[in-house]
Structure formats: C-alpha cells, structure tokens
C-alpha cells in the first residue's frame, strides 16, 4: 500500500490517517522504516476505501455535530446571558473551539462526539469568549462560575488531545 509518510520529532507513536491526498502516516524519527511498513499493513483495513469516502464521512460527522451542538449552545449562551453571532463547525487539528471578536464561534466537529461535561465546558469556554476575550483571571472566574472543575475538564480533554483517551464517533 503506497503512502505518505511524515516523521516528526516528539512524536510517541505510529498514526496512519486517511486525507485528502491518500494516506499519510505520521512516525517518530525513531521508527524504522520496516516497522513503520509492518504498522500500514496490519491497519489498512481500518482505512476508508478513499480520500471521497473520507471527506463525505466528516461531512455527515459535521452535519451531526451541528445538530448536536447547536441547542447546547443556545442553552448555554441563554444561562450565560450572551449573544454569538455565528456558529461554524470545522476539522481542526490543534483547537477545540475559538471565538472572534465578531462574536463568531468556531467548534471542531469532535466535540460534538466528546463526554457531555467536556462538551460543557469547551461550550462555556467560548461564550465566556465574549465577554472578556482573552485567558485572564476575570476570564477563568466567569469559566469557573458555570462549571466549577474546569481545571479537570482542561486536563482530561489534554489526554484527548494527546490520543490518550479515543472519541467515540457512532457508526453513520
């Protein structure tokens, strides 16, 4: 099976995704290349069949995460009693969620497939957005007024983040 292959320090472990130029796997350094092989082998058929299959699969992921989204933030923007302006629901890699100063929300559609309580708190995180837009302590104290364990709440979503703990997406 022919492939990209990315190496990068810092890396722990092997990650075979499929994107949109086919699949890519990402190793530490370390990783001999006959592992590395041996690894792709033995998770191709975990793989979708192509780049197509995989962008109308996030497609459906999107459209279920906005259904899924959406009234958790009007509950929570009611609470809050703050206003947004838009919602966009993205694939981002490195960020749960982010807020403009437009009072737009961004959300990766992984949230949307998070345990309530981290969905929660990612929620009241950007909403708290619009009223002081930045990480200070007013900030963390109006986070902190509608979900108390925020600080676990960021821990255990750095186990997410890290592939230490695994989404459950349901089956389409």
């Not at 990402?26 to 299959?53: C, G, N, T, Y």
């Not at 923007?77 to 982010?98: A, P």
Request: charged share 30%; with cysteine; hydrophobic share 35%.
């Amino acid at each position: 099976m022919d492939y990209q292959l990315v190496r990068k320090r810092g890396l722990k472990r092997l990650t075979l995704r499929m994107t949109s130029k086919g699949p890519r796997v990402f190793a530490p350094k370390w990783v001999p290349k006959r592992v590395i092989d041996a690894f792709v082998e033995s998770h191709k058929d975990q793989l979708p069949e192509s780049p197509r299959e995989t962008q109308e699969r996030y497609d459906q992921y999107k459209e279920l995460a906005r259904e899924i989204l959406k009234p958790i933030i009007f509950v929570w923007s009611e609470r809050m009693g703050v206003e947004y302006n838009s919602v966009r629901i993205k694939n981002t890699r490195s960020r749960w969620g982010s807020c403009s100063s437009k009072g737009n929300l961004n959300f990766s559609f992984k949230v949307a497939f998070l345990p309530d309580h981290l969905r929660d708190y990612i929620v009241v995180h950007e909403l708290a957005h619009l009223t002081y837009l930045d990480h200070s302590p007013r900030f963390w104290a109006l986070v902190a007024r509608y979900i108390p364990e925020y600080q676990a709440c960021k821990r255990e979503l750095d186990l997410y983040a890290k592939n230490q703990k695994s989404i459950e997406y349901p089956e389409l």
